[in-house]
């Protein structure tokens, strides 16, 4: 728990900050993974971004799959969908998902998107293309694999660092603002900061595919194979 007098300034300043709560977790996260891999010498930035991408991606999905397993929604009727591959893998998509992901300033992608332009990046990541390479690998072995060259792969795939590192972080998304809507947000101003802490080592482009590449298929992935 935080100081009474931290909390009080934070909620003043979010009278007019709507995402006050929001920057500060973010700041947080930013400062606890990289932390977390300072051991890590090669591929530091590669390996925080795709921390980082995976579980924003995973976080799009959370709130929807939570109001699904409430019964508040229904599959096919709101929005959202359950796709189950041939392997038994439940794959989750739809609207409601794409909303947190993809759609607006505050989205996932459009605070990638707005920072990789600020840092002067030439070519941005084909959202589509990646979206379909999701969709045609969902019932492969591929399914989560980053399409990026080897200098800039992160050290894990995208689904263990769900499975490893969201739970733990929890306690620290709600902090401030426990609204599960808003942590991917949370997520986007921590890798908005990474990105521009690491934009002399590493293009901001290849930054942001880094990210998405993590985070769509994140944004599928059965949270029942993480909690």
């Known amino acids: 728990m935080q100081p009474k007098a931290v909390r009080d300034a934070l909620h003043k300043a979010a009278e007019e900050k709507p995402y006050i709560y929001q920057q500060v977790t ?3 996260l930013h400062a606890n993974i990289v932390e977390a891999l300072r051991y890590e010498h090669e591929g530091r930035a590669e390996t925080a971004l795709g921390v ?3 579980l924003a991606g995973f976080s799009c999905l959370s709130a929807v799959y939570l109001k699904y397993e409430r019964g508040e929604i229904s599959p096919d009727q709101d ?16 609207d409601l998902v794409n909303e947190a992901l993809f759609e607006g300033e505050m989205s996932v992608w459009g605070m990638v998107e707005a920072t990789a332009k ?3 990046a030439l070519k941005l990541p084909d959202m589509e293309a990646i979206s379909n390479h999701v969709a045609n690998t969902s019932n492969t072995d591929a399914y989560g694999e980053p399409r990026l060259a080897a200098d800039h792969q992160p050290r ?7 499975r490893y590192l969201m739970p733990s972080y929890l306690p620290l998304l709600q902090r401030y603002d ?10 986007g101003f921590a890798i908005q900061s990474l990105m521009e802490d690491s934009c002399e080592t590493l293009d901001p482009a290849t930054a942001a595919q880094i990210v998405m590449e993590c985070a769509v298929p994140m944004a599928s992935l059965d949270p029942a194979e993480v909690f």
């Not at 929005?79 to 989750?92: E, K, N, Q």
């Not at 894990?156 to 769900?162: A, E, G, K, Q, T």
């Not at 809507?181 to 949370?186: G, L, R, T, V, Y």
């Open 26 to 28: 973010g700041r947080e």
């Open 52 to 54: 980082m991408g995976s």
């Open 79 to 94: 929005g959202f969908r359950v796709a189950v591959t041939d392997t038994g893998r439940r794959i989750f998509s739809g």
């Open 118 to 120: 600020k840092l002067g």
């Open 156 to 162: 894990d795939l995208p689904s263990n660092f769900v």
């Open 178 to 187: 426990a609204d599960i809507e808003k942590f991917p947000i949370s997520f």
